[in-house]
Antibody, heavy 129, light 109 residues
């Protein structure tokens, strides 16, 4: 059974870079068809997609965060990572990693399929001095 | 401000049927599939409905999804206390991004 586990510092200072790693077990991160994504949820608020990466390094990023986000993959360790630079208190959130299926298909045919499953348990990152 | 619009709350009594709406635009729901996630208190979200109306293995058939134009709905029939959770809709947007709804908190009275 595929499992994902987030790890990284729970406290980051303002203006610094948030770094998290997601370790995948029970399956290979190099599986074809699947991307690997990061999603966050500020306390008491909704979900926000951050970005996703394929094992080859191909990425999709949320346009609103793209200038501050870098997602990378290490297939030898079956891990992928998130870096978010210049953080502020607004970046305080539970950060989730998840397997992300993306099948881009023109709307004239059927439209793009994409879903997150399974998810990691999430890790709270607080931005504070 | 979420790209997809959901009512912030919904409620029902045990056994009732409840629906949750999700409104988008031509660049997301109107041209791509819709997904629904269930987030039980204190846990990570879980895929509930994929490709507009398909249920992953293990999801009861009390949960159903539908889509029409730029809107979608999640219906829960035979409401149970364990259905009390936050529900999120999501879709791919043609700007090459994933968009979520703001979430609907379902209360079972």
């Amino acid at each position: 059974q595929l499992q994902l586990q987030e790890s990284g510092p729970g406290l980051v200072k303002p203006s610094e870079t948030l770094s998290l790693t997601c370790t995948v077990s029970g399956g290979s991160i190099s599986s074809s068809s699947y991307y690997w994504g990061w999603i966050r949820q500020p306390p008491g608020k909704g979900l926000e997609w951050i970005g996703s990466i394929y094992y080859s390094g191909s990425t999709y990023y949320n346009p609103s965060l793209k200038s501050r986000v870098t997602i990378s993959v290490d297939t030898s360790k079956n891990q992928f990572s998130l870096k978010l630079s210049s953080v502020t208190a607004a970046d305080t959130a539970v950060y989730y990693c998840a397997r992300h299926l993306i099948v881009v298909v023109p709307a004239a045919i059927s439209g793009t399929n994409n879903w997150f499953d399974p998810w990691g348990q999430g890790t709270l990152v607080t931005v504070s001095s | 401000q979420s790209v997809l619009t959901q009512p912030p709350s919904a409620s029902g009594t045990p056994g009732q049927r409840v629906t949750i709406s999700c409104s988008g635009s031509s660049s997301n729901i109107g041209s791509n599939y819709v997904y629904w996630y269930q987030q039980l208190p204190g846990t990570a979200p879980k895929l509930l409905i994929y490709s507009n109306n398909q249920r992953p293995s293990g999801v009861p058939d009390r949960f159903s999804g539908s889509k029409s134009g730029t809107s979608a709905s999640l219906a829960i029939s035979g409401l149970r206390s364990e259905d009390e959770a936050d529900y999120y809709c999501a879709a791919w947007d043609d700007s090459l991004s994933v968009v979520f709804g703001g979430g609907t908190k379902l209360t079972v009275l």
